[in-house]
């Protein structure tokens, strides 16, 4: 078994739709990952439920050539592009390398409506996508680099699938676990994801004990970042509300 088909935790998709992409980026900076948050995008829609979470299912363009190119192209059902909506487990986000290309759209409501219906997670691009107004609408996240009108033959010639890309300038390998929140995207390798999504949610429940004494006054001095007494302090606010 390979790091990216190795078996996650029961609780740690759970845990990663509670914890802010911030925090993510701390643990995996901690961990010596710089380079984890897709640049060049933002939510586009605002779905009902937390955080988008899944691993990755990858989409790879190159620039698109005048001969193979053509609207006609689309005739073919196992066109990489269609095939790869086909083809997303349930579960996962579908990863589209774009290049950064934003002249173009990455695709539109029907495909993005078809990846809903067939049960993923959520779709991250770093292309724009087209009929961005009514896929704002959708209760389905997707994350890009906005709208744009024309379609992608123009500068994209889809050609493989679930292999390893660049989305805004992060690597990402199949499998990697994709989350996403109202600041954007991150990449977490997906060897690291239990333990980045257990130590995640300890750092989160540290400041929300941190945030409760700076808001009542308290200096940075010994809270931010904790000393031995407020961590000893964090301990007893812990045991007092069970957590």
């Known amino acids: 078994m390979t790091d990216h088909d190795k078996d996650l935790a029961a609780d740690t998709l759970d845990l990663l739709r509670k914890v802010s992409v911030a925090t993510l980026c701390t643990q995996l900076f901690k961990r010596g990952l710089r380079n984890v948050f897709i640049q060049g995008i933002g939510r586009l829609t605002d779905p ?34 269609r095939k790869g909506i086909e083809s997303v487990p349930p579960g996962h986000v579908l990863v589209l390398d774009c290049r950064g290309e934003t002249r173009v759209a990455s695709g539109g409501q029907i495909l993005t409506t078809r990846l809903k219906v067939r049960g993923a997670a959520g779709l991250v691009s770093d ?32 050609i493989d699938l ?32 239990d333990e980045v999504a257990r130590d995640a949610a300890e750092q989160e429940k540290m400041e929300a004990f941190i945030l409760e004494r700076i808001e009542g006054g308290a200096m940075l ?13 964090f301990a007893q606010w812990r045991k007092q509300r069970g957590i």
């Open 48 to 81: 009902a439920a937390g955080n988008m979470v899944g691993p990755a299912y990858t989409m790879r363009n190159i620039p698109a050539r005048e001969d193979l190119d053509q609207i006609s192209a689309f005739d073919d059902y196992d066109h990489p592009q």
């Open 221 to 233: 001095r010994n809270n931010y970042p904790p000393n031995a007494e407020t961590r000893a302090a």
């Open 162 to 193: 679930n292999v390893p890309i660049g989305c805004g300038g992060v690597a990402v390998y199949p499998g990697d676990i994709m989350v996403g929140d109202d600041e954007g995207v991150a990449v977490i390798p997906r060897h690291l994801a």
């Open 127 to 158: 292309g724009p996508v087209r009929d961005s107004g009514a896929i704002s609408q959708m209760d389905f996240p997707v994350y890009c680099a906005g709208g744009s009108a024309p379609l992608n033959l123009i500068h994209h010639h889809a």
